[in-house]
């Protein structure tokens, strides 16, 4: 059954990245594509990114909750889909629609707002690159897999899908992208963060009195 624990840390990837296969049976994925293409209005825009927000909304200025849009109840479709692994329900879930060719560049969710993120792939796999300074980490996202980040993944990497249309594997297979859709589930942050990190961390910025625009190289966000 879905969000039933089953969450592996494993060898190779960033510390505090859990990965669980089949989060949801291929049926249920079917059933979602299908609403997702023929129920839901998204924006009208082609061949970019497109979102849709429940619970909280996100607010792409701040980067935490928009506090100008009220609270949205989860759809049925998506209460399945919640995870039950945490102590309450997530306060904020993303529907992101990837056209064939399109990503998300490198960024950290910011420090302040959100604790804890999940992620579930559906439809077309993918592959996110996780990087620490130099270091690179290819994740393959692949479909009906729910990834969660905490400790070092959620806060010391940044993570991000190349724009392109298709992905080279570590065999050396090329594999075409094809539409893909993910939930992101954010928990809201009870107390500041304290990693300490002024590369990523936008309170250990703030504590330090750098300024939002001059904060890093690496956008903690850079999403817009
Ligand atoms: O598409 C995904 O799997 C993750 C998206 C993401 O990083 C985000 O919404 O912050
Ligand atoms: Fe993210």
Not at 138 to 149: A, F, H, N, S
Request: with cysteine; proline share 8%; charged share 30%.
């Amino acid at each position: 059954m879905a969000g039933k624990g089953g969450f592996e840390e494993r060898p190779g990837l960033p510390r505090g990245l859990f990965l669980q296969d089949d989060f949801i049976s291929p049926e249920h994925e079917e059933q979602l594509v299908h609403t997702f293409l023929n129920e839901l209005k998204w924006p009208q825009k082609t061949n970019s990114r497109l979102s849709l927000h429940y619970g909280y909304t996100f607010d792409y200025k701040t980067f935490g909750v928009d506090p100008d849009i009220p609270y949205k109840e989860f759809p049925d479709w998506l209460i399945p889909l919640i995870p039950t692994t945490e102590a309450r329900p997530p306060d904020q879930v993303c529907l992101q629609y990837y056209p064939p060719g399109t990503g998300i560049p490198p960024h950290v969710d910011a420090h302040q707002a959100w604790d804890q993120l999940y992620a579930l792939s559906i439809g077309s796999p993918t592959l996110m690159q996780f990087r620490n300074g130099d270091e690179r980490v290819d994740i393959d996202l692949v479909p009906r897999g729910m990834m969660k980040m905490t400790g070092d993944a959620r806060l010391h990497w940044t993570h991000g899908i190349k724009k392109r249309k298709t992905d080279i594997l570590a065999d050396g297979t090329v594999r075409l992208r094809e539409n893909r859709w993910s939930i992101t589930y954010r928990w809201i942050r009870e107390g500041d963060c304290e990693c300490g990190n002024v590369i990523l961390c936008d309170i250990a910025q703030q504590r330090l009195g750098i300024e939002k625009e001059k904060r890093s190289a690496v956008k903690p966000d850079t999403r817009k």
